[in-house]
């Protein structure tokens, strides 16, 4: 996988909350370590779809905002209360 040499910043942090855990994402490769690292689930549709937003938003010009809003969809399906100004 070719990776951008600068992650991908989105206009605005996503604050994820879960029973055990806080967490705080505001880049594409913030997401992606996340869903690799610190995901309550096991990898339903939503995260898969959300590891393959990730890593097309770091390998690709695609817009940043694709990852963060397939993020935010893995996190509602995980039970995570997101926190953002502009969630949808």
């Known amino acids: ?29 913030d997401a992606l370590l996340c869903l690799k690292n610190h995901w309550p689930l096991d990898r339903t549709d939503a995260v898969s779809q959300a590891m393959s937003a990730c890593e097309r938003g770091l390998e690709t010009d695609d817009d940043p905002s694709l990852a963060r809003q397939a993020l935010i969809e893995a996190a509602k399906e995980a039970g ?3 926190n953002s100004w502009t969630t949808t």
């Open 80 to 82: 995570f209360r997101v």
């Open 1 to 29: 996988m070719t990776i951008f040499p600068t992650d991908r910043l989105w206009d605005e942090a996503v604050v994820l909350e879960g029973e055990r855990q806080v967490l705080r994402v505001q880049s594409t490769r």
